[in-house]
T-cell receptor, first 113, second 116 residues
Framework: DGGITQSPKYLFRKEGQNVTLSCEQNLNHDAMYWYRQDPGQGLRLIYYSQIVNDFQKGDIAEGYSVSREKKESFPLTVTSAQKNPTAFYLC????????????FGQGTRLTVV | AQSVTQLDSHVSVSEGTPVLLRCNYSSSYSPSLFWYVQHPNKGLQLLLKYTSAATLVKGINGFEAEFKKSETSFHLTKPSAHMSDAAEYFCVVSLPPYQAGTALIFGKGTTLSVSS
């Protein structure tokens, strides 16, 4: 089945550590996105990528980094500079940057301990 | 500025009664509009979308929505609620020129509770 796979489902991070969230898609989509979800705030865009080896900052990119070395993969690193990283993280993809419909992964819940 | 307002943060209904989740948008353009559903600790699933064809849009699981340009609304309805409909619902606006990511504007969500 085609889809978007995020791993792990749950992730715990100690203060001062960097952690990387995985996002893989086999839909052959060009565009990929990372969103952060906090209770009552909807989804906020962290980073997006329109094509391999290119990515752009979203609304809340500070403290995060990404790479797009392969079309099917768009990992997100939450760095120690992110002061409040506890949240639910969603990865999405769309056919191209001109497409209006996004397909979402099942999410990763990150907790700082 | 473009925006999406979901008028109710929480809606409670009884099983078998109608569901109405309200969404208003503000846009200088003709938007594409979507409703997504999210069950706890899950990703978002597309329920339905409006892309300038018929103003009454039918989606999955018996949901439908009507685009009313004069009222700038895109309310989600279902004639008879089921227990499995309990979830969070997001109204989303996509604006031209359809640039990646930033053109998707999310409402803050409406939590639907269904009681037996």
């Amino acid at each position: 089945d085609g889809g978007i796979t995020q791993s792990p489902k749950y992730l715990f991070r100690k203060e001062g550590q960097n952690v990387t969230l995985s996002c893989e898609q086999n839909l052959n989509h060009d565009a990929m996105y990372w969103y952060r979800q906090d209770p009552g705030q909807g989804l906020r865009l962290i980073y997006y990528s329109q094509i391999v080896n290119d990515f752009q900052k979203g609304d809340i990119a500070e403290g995060y980094s990404v790479s797009r070395e392969k079309k099917e993969s768009f990992p997100l690193t939450v760095t120690s500079a992110q002061k409040n990283p506890t949240a639910f993280y969603l990865c999405a993809s769309s056919i191209s940057d001109k497409s209006t419909e996004a397909f979402f992964g099942q999410g990763t819940r990150l907790t700082v301990v | 500025a473009q925006s999406v307002t979901q008028l109710d943060s929480h809606v409670s209904v009884s099983e078998g009664t109608p569901v109405l989740l309200r969404c208003n948008y503000s846009s200088s353009y003709s938007p594409s509009l979507f409703w997504y559903v999210q069950h706890p600790n899950k990703g978002l699933q597309l329920l339905l979308k409006y892309t300038s064809a018929a103003t009454l849009v039918k989606g999955i699981n018996g949901f439908e929505a009507e685009f009313k340009k004069s009222e700038t609304s895109f309310h989600l309805t279902k004639p008879s609620a089921h227990m499995s409909d309990a979830a969070e619902y997001f109204c989303v606006v996509s604006l031209p020129p359809y640039q990646a990511g930033t053109a998707l504007i999310f409402g803050k969500g409406t939590t639907l509770s269904v009681s037996s």
